[in-house]
């Protein structure tokens, strides 16, 4: 597993999204990965990207979430709370590898592999300019945006 990091480029993936579609890399985008669709800070974190999506558009940047859940959760999961990002299904972990989000987590003394919540700003050349690690939710989607814009 390689760490991704910014200046470095950022791994390709073409992957099931919500509503029948795909989730790929092309042009500017945002790729956030979160641990699981419908958990508190999953949900605010989606929640909040949704509500900035317009900006994000007229900035020329995609927003794409990507989690292990399979795609008929993530189509219940932006139907319930009406979400406006592409969600992209990696079921079987090759993306969150490949990005170096599947990490050792610790909760309540228990050790397990998970999804670490991060954030990669990635322009049209395909190269990663900014990256956000172990996210706290709150004010993450503008701290993100503001970036995006500087693109």
């Known amino acids: 597993m390689t760490e991704v990091v910014e200046g470095s480029k950022a791994p390709a993936f073409d992957i099931p999204a919500d509503n029948g579609g795909r989730a790929t890399l092309a042009g500017p985008t945002v790729v956030f990965f979160y641990p699981k669709a419908d958990t508190p800070s999953c ?5 909040d990207f949704s509500a900035l999506v317009s900006d994000f ?3 020329g ?3 794409i979430g990507i989690s292990r859940d399979p795609v008929k959760k993530l189509d219940k999961f932006k139907t319930k709370h009406d979400l406006k990002v592409v969600l ?3 079921e079987d972990g090759a993306v969150t590898e ?3 989000v599947w990490v050792l987590k610790t909760l309540y003394g228990r050790e397990y592999m998970g999804i670490e919540r991060a954030t990669f700003l990635i ?3 395909g190269v990663v300019r ?3 690690r172990q996210v706290r939710v709150k004010g993450h989607a503008e701290a993100v945006l503001d ?3 500087e693109l």
Not at 43 to 47: L, Q, R, S
């Open 43 to 47: 949900t605010n974190e989606a929640i």
């Open 57 to 59: 558009t007229a900035a």
């Open 61 to 63: 940047v995609t927003v």
């Open 88 to 90: 992209g299904s990696d």
């Open 98 to 100: 490949a990005w170096g």
């Open 123 to 125: 322009d049209g050349a």
């Open 130 to 132: 900014k990256v956000w």
């Open 147 to 149: 970036a995006a814009k």
